[in-house]
């Protein structure tokens, strides 16, 4: 009823995107409708997104019901249910379809929750249920609410219709169809459908940024960043051209054979933990997506071991809440290996990646080109768009749009932000018959991944250091030191299996240099904030890469195209480029 209120799927044939406010309090039943008729619809919309406000998500049983009741919802249901785990407070973005389903959950006060989102929504529904569509009188601030995510035409719908909410949303500036029930009870029953088209001129909240149409981007690294931002892109209908000064695709930081994606955890769920927490939700749906589990990457969780009193969580926080980090069992740490004393975190959504992987699958995609050993000196705008050209200044290419994606050397394209080079080594070596070593990844003060399958063989890695302002790739001997002394104090059982593989000289050293920002969180936004359609940084990924590149290529694309955010406005904000440029 809902989808027919809002003329859909007529009204979102061949667009870019559609973008669906739901305030309703389901059970999931119109996200997985709106879901189920754009699979089926030939003429659909390129990408779509649902933004489903809710103070508290419903159980994992109650969308699968709906799978029950209508069999052609069911496969839909069981796809759902399976990403719906760790539903804290707060923003979560759950991916189908490749990336061209979106949802977006917004769990809280509504009004909250309204707050915090940005987009102009195509169509909006209000539940039976909802509160907001049973009040009596209608909770007009509610609806002021929801009608500044209303553009002129934005339809609105709602299963029940009444008298004061047909009157509330009036003043909102929707004009809505004549009901299509009056039992002589003031309008009440039927059903609700009509527009935003207000007699007034509506004031928007924010300033007005027309939503980008897709053509050609250049996309300066092949990194996490830009092939992430490249990936996203492409699933818009960008055509993108990727340039990169190496060999091949992760060339720098990104070619770290195996790496740890996993949340920070904070006492009062700090910034950087709600940020990587997002992150690493987004990295894990990819992951499974588009790797080869036990090959490309591991779903295993990671032990993280902390000092006596590291194990303070979030109030409200339990072992069988909604919360997908809590303090590891004993069993949990005998499996990793650690000490009977040892004070540890267990993270369930958290495990191993192979970055390289990563970068290639998402290189692979359509719409995608890719060009090794081409060095981007400068851009400039001209006549065609944005011309890039190299060291020697010779024209690369033209593009209408630019991302610069290029780790620490994104420093000679955007002298205003303060960007860091930080050196990291690495240890690792082979397995062999070693498989006393944990099978789970050990985070802590430095980490520990072991029996990872790699070229025929099984490896395992441990590090890193951080050498700030060094850029020097030759492996250091006081830095292999360092590390091998950090894994002594992290894992003392497993620095006694590698003591042989030390002493022997069959450790071998890797060396990257990654890129941070003076408040070591990502960079995403305009180069110059008075030119929002000039080039974009997507860079200072620091450390965290596999927790961040498709947060920030997410968050680019919706700012980019009008999008739902993935996160509160507020820690959107704290990755954007406003914060740091001089």
């Not at 909240?205 to 992430?228: D, K, N, Q």
């Not at 070229?455 to 492996?475: E, N």
Request: glycine share 10%; net charge neutral; hydrophobic share 45%.
């Amino acid at each position: 009823m809902l989808l027919a209120d809002c003329d859909l799927p007529k009204a979102w044939a061949k667009a870019p995107r559609w973008r669906i406010l739901d305030t309703s309090f389901s059970d999931g039943l119109p996200f997985l409708t709106a879901w189920h008729a754009w699979r089926r619809d030939p003429q659909r919309a390129r990408l779509l997104h649902v933004v489903w406000v809710l103070a508290q998500p419903p159980a994992r049983e109650a969308l699968l019901r709906q799978g029950d009741t209508d069999e052609s919802l069911a496969p839909l249901a069981r796809e759902l249910a399976d990403q719906w785990q760790g539903l804290l407070p707060g923003f979560h973005r759950l991916s189908f379809e490749e990336g061209r389903v979106l949802l977006t959950l917004c769990i809280g006060d509504v009004q909250e929750m309204l707050r915090a989102q940005h987009f102009e929504a195509d169509s909006i529904w209000l539940g039976e249920g909802d509160a907001v569509a049973t009040e009596d009188p209608a909770p007009v601030d509610v609806l002021k609410a929801i009608a500044r995510f209303a553009r002129l035409g934005t339809t609105i719908a709602c299963a029940r219709s009444s008298a004061p909410l047909r009157a509330a949303l009036g003043q909102c500036g929707f004009a809505l169809d004549p009901p299509t029930l009056d039992d002589g009870h003031g309008m009440d029953g039927g059903s609700l459908r009509g527009r935003y088209a207000p007699s007034w001129t509506p004031r928007r909240r924010l300033p007005e940024r027309p939503s980008a149409t897709p053509g050609h981007c250049a996309v300066v690294g092949a990194g996490l960043a830009g092939a992430a931002v490249a990936a996203s892109l492409a699933r818009r209908g960008w055509r993108v051209t990727v340039l990169d000064a190496a060999d091949a695709p992760a060339g720098g930081a990104s070619g770290l054979p195996v790496g740890i994606m996993a949340p920070h955890v904070s006492p009062d769920d700090a910034l950087l933990s709600r940020l990587t927490r997002a992150g690493v939700r987004m990295t894990w749906q990819q992951a499974q997506a588009l790797l080869r589990e036990d090959e490309d990457w591991g779903a295993t969780g990671v032990v993280e071991r902390r000092d006596a009193d590291g194990t303070r969580l979030p109030a409200g926080w339990s072992a069988d809440g909604p919360n997908l980090s809590w303090r590891a069992s004993p069993g949990q740490r005998m499996a990793a290996g650690l000490p009977e004393e040892a004070v540890a975190l267990w993270h369930g959504q958290a495990g191993w990646v192979k970055p390289s992987r990563l970068v290639a699958a998402w290189l692979a995609q359509p719409g995608i080109e890719v060009r090794q050993r081409c060095r981007v000196g400068a851009f400039q705008r001209d006549a065609e768009g944005w011309a890039l050209i190299d060291a020697q200044g010779r024209r690369l290419l033209a593009a209408d749009r630019v991302v610069i994606a290029a780790g620490y050397e994104s420093r000679a394209f955007a002298p205003a932000q303060p960007l860091q080079p930080v050196r990291g080594q690495v240890a690792w070596g082979r397995v062999g018959d070693l498989q006393a070593l944990p099978a789970t990844p050990v985070n802590g003060d430095g980490h520990l991944i072991a029996r990872v399958p790699y070229d025929a063989g099984t490896i395992w890695l441990s590090g890193a250091t951080f050498d700030r302002d060094c850029t020097d790739l030759a492996p250091a001997e006081a830095d292999a030191q360092a590390n091998r002394a950090q894994l002594a104090r992290l894992h003392p059982s497993a620095a006694a299996l590698l003591a042989p593989a030390f002493d022997g000289g069959q450790v071998q050293a890797w060396v990257g240099v990654r890129c941070a920002s003076a408040d070591r969180r990502p960079l995403v936004g305009p180069l110059d904030m008075a030119d929002p359609e000039g080039p974009w940084l997507c860079t200072a990924l620091g450390s965290r890469g596999l927790s961040f590149a498709v947060l920030c290529a997410e968050l680019l694309a919706a700012q980019w195209h009008a999008e739902p955010l993935a996160l509160p406005a507020r820690l959107a904000a704290a990755l954007g480029t406003a914060r740091t440029a001089n």
